[in-house]
């Protein structure tokens, strides 16, 4: 089974920077898709980032020319880089990961999220 574990939240001002982790850990046959989604207070689950193993990537229009995703392979971590933080990108992102288990199922799992605030 596997576990993701994001880091890389925090507190950031309007216009500032902040890099998002997720790593991938357990067993697994393969991990394909791998992306970002966020939910604000009072809000749904919103799609933010997703890349494929070959390096494709796609991104919400909120987010697009300001965020970019990447991924390590080697690592099964993949990293989303936050440029021009507005408030409205405040929310709790989740990584998000498409795998194969080792019994050759699909298996769609979640990170715990991690708090992004931007705020002056």
């Known amino acids: 089974q596997v576990q993701l574990v994001e880091s890389g939240g925090g507190l950031v001002q309007p216009g500032g920077s902040l890099r998002l982790s997720c790593a991938a850990s357990g067993s697994a046959f393969s991990i394909n898709g791998m992306g970002w989604y966020r939910q604000a207070p009072g809000k749904e689950r919103e799609f933010v980032a997703t890349?494929?193993?070959?390096?494709?990537?796609l991104y919400a229009d909120s987010v697009k020319g300001r965020f970019t995703i990447s991924r390590d392979n080697a690592k099964s971590t993949v990293y989303l880089q936050m440029n021009s933080l507005k408030p409205e990108d405040t929310a709790v992102y989740y990584c998000?990961?498409?795998?194969?288990?080792?019994?050759?199922?699909?298996?769609?799992?979640w990170g715990q999220g991690t708090q992004v605030t931007v705020s002056s």
């Open positions: 890349i494929t193993t070959g390096g494709s990537a």
């Open positions: 998000h990961a498409d795998c194969i288990t080792r019994a050759r199922t699909a298996e769609s799992v």
